[in-house]
């Protein structure tokens, strides 16, 4: 994974008169934890920010009072209405260390024919990685499964170094019957049936 690196600054003025400045500036607040150092507040570029969480999981390389510092996201504040970003929690992060994160589930290939649904029970599957080394995504097959197959979380192949933070047996997809012709002629005979009484 590749190190997307930002500018960012210390923050001194809290609250949200000065929230709302830092926005109306393009930027970003943002408040830096771990490893046992008290939390910084910084303020980051808003734009570059925003291109930057497009990745998942994305590895950010901070240039802070002339020291650089590694750090993932872990909550994102949006508006609810326009979408821009209010506000970022950061965790700072070594090299060679692992943690904790969320990856997400992508599948390819068709369904066995028979109009079955695939069910998504898990859409990010949560693993334990190096934070360096985080990887994006995870893809599994679904070729010429039939109603009734599931896909468990040790049946998906991970990366090299990265190590399931969840019970292995936990159903990740399952695909099931489609049931709507079934309703619909249910439905069809119970019509028929209220007609004749």
């Known amino acids: ?25 393009s930027k970003v607040p943002g408040v830096l934890y771990g490893h046992g150092d008290a939390p910084t507040h910084v303020t980051l570029p808003g734009h570059d920010l925003l291109l930057a969480l497009r990745t998942p999981n994305v590895l950010l390389a901070l240039e802070l009072d002339g020291k650089k510092k590694l750090a993932i996201p872990k909550a994102v504040q949006r508006d609810a209405i326009k979408g821009f970003l209010e506000h970022v929690d950061l965790l700072l992060v070594r090299s060679g ?33 190096e934070a360096t080394h985080i990887p994006e995504s995870v893809t599994v097959s679904i070729e010429g499964l039939e109603a009734g197959a599931s896909i468990l ?45």
């Open 1 to 25: 994974m590749a190190e997307v690196k930002l500018a960012a600054e210390i923050r001194t003025e809290f609250g949200k008169g000065a929230a709302r400045r830092i926005r109306r500036e």
């Open 97 to 129: 260390e692992k943690v904790n994160v969320e990856i997400y589930v992508h599948t390819e290939g068709e369904l066995a024919p028979g109009g079955n649904l695939l069910e998504h029970v898990l859409n990010a599957l949560p693993v334990e990685a």
């Open 153 to 197: 979380a040790k049946d998906i192949p991970l990366p090299d170094g990265t190590t399931l933070d969840i019970d292995g047996d936990a159903v990740v997809l399952q695909v099931l019957a489609a049931q709507a012709e079934e309703a619909a002629g249910e439905a069809e005979e119970e019509a028929a049936e209220g007609a004749e009484v």
